[in-house]
T-cell receptor, first 113, second 114 residues
Framework: GAVVSQHPSRVICKSGTSVKIECRSL??????MFWYRQFPKQSLMLMATSNEGSKATYEQGVEKDKFLINHASLTLSTLTVTSAHPEDSSFYICSASRDLISSFGQGTRLTVV | AQKITQTQPGMFVQEKEAVTLDCTYD???????LFWYKQPSSGEMIFLIYQGSYDQQNATEGRYSLNFQKARKSANLVISASQLGDSAMYFC???????????FGKGTRLSVIA
């Protein structure tokens, strides 16, 4: 199956700083990757669709200037949380599809203090 | 409108027994895929099983089977011979045709009791 690697797995940052999360497809080329956010005891909610070589498509209510997505190559998509605040603390996880199956990165637990 | 419905917030099952986790879905796309993922406390999403809308037979993967009833739009997950390590959150998800994202249900927390 497709292997997706995400890091860091855990990050603590100060309020007002920016955090970059990387998502790599290790054994296949992913023209599209998806970024999800999961608050405690809730389900995964799609934030944005990352398209290689073009702008990301954001879901309603997700601030594109706050959550910057870059998909510069077929194997790497990055999510940057800019000027992070405590309410941005959450679990962020990326996904990419190969054939029929969607594979997920390990997820990043972000804590903003 | 909610596309994936999981009505069981939590379930308990005795070790070695079978358990069914419910999932219903809603779509007008004739081509879609249904997925079940396991999420332990570490947060990783572990793929369990897949069922395509055109698949004639119910999917099976080891101790996991998917009870696919297309007319009822249900895709229940059956775990046989439950193990303590099966305790986790379980998410049902659907993807419609094309390179579209997964849409998840709210999940069911399964607790396996010794």
């Amino acid at each position: 199956g497709a292997v997706v690697s995400q890091h860091p797995s855990r990050v603590i940052c100060k309020s007002g700083t920016s955090v970059k999360i990387e998502c790599r497809s290790l054994d296949f080329q992913a023209t599209t990757m998806f970024w999800y956010r999961q608050f405690p005891k809730q389900s995964l909610m799609l934030m944005a669709t990352s398209n290689e070589g073009s702008k990301a498509t954001y879901e309603q209510g997700v601030e594109k200037d706050k959550f910057l997505i870059n998909h510069a190559s077929l194997t790497l998509s990055t999510l940057t949380v800019t000027s992070a605040h405590p309410e941005d603390s959450s679990f962020y996880i990326c996904s990419a599809s190969r054939d029929l199956i969607s594979s997920f990165g390990q997820g990043t637990r972000l804590t903003v203090v | 409108a909610q596309k994936i419905t999981q009505t069981q917030p939590g379930m308990f099952v005795q070790e070695k027994e079978a358990v069914t986790l419910d999932c219903t879905y809603d779509t007008s796309d004739p081509s879609y895929g249904l997925f079940w993922y396991k999420q332990p406390s570490s947060g990783e999403m572990i793929f369990l099983i897949y069922q395509g809308s055109y698949d004639q037979q119910n999917a099976t993967e080891g101790r996991y089977s998917l009870n696919f009833q297309k007319a009822r739009k249900s895709a229940n997950l059956v775990i046989s011979a439950s193990q303590l390590g099966d305790s986790a959150m379980y998410f049902c998800a659907m993807r419609e045709s094309g390179n579209t994202p997964l849409v998840f249900g709210k999940g069911t927390r399964l607790s396996v009791i010794a």
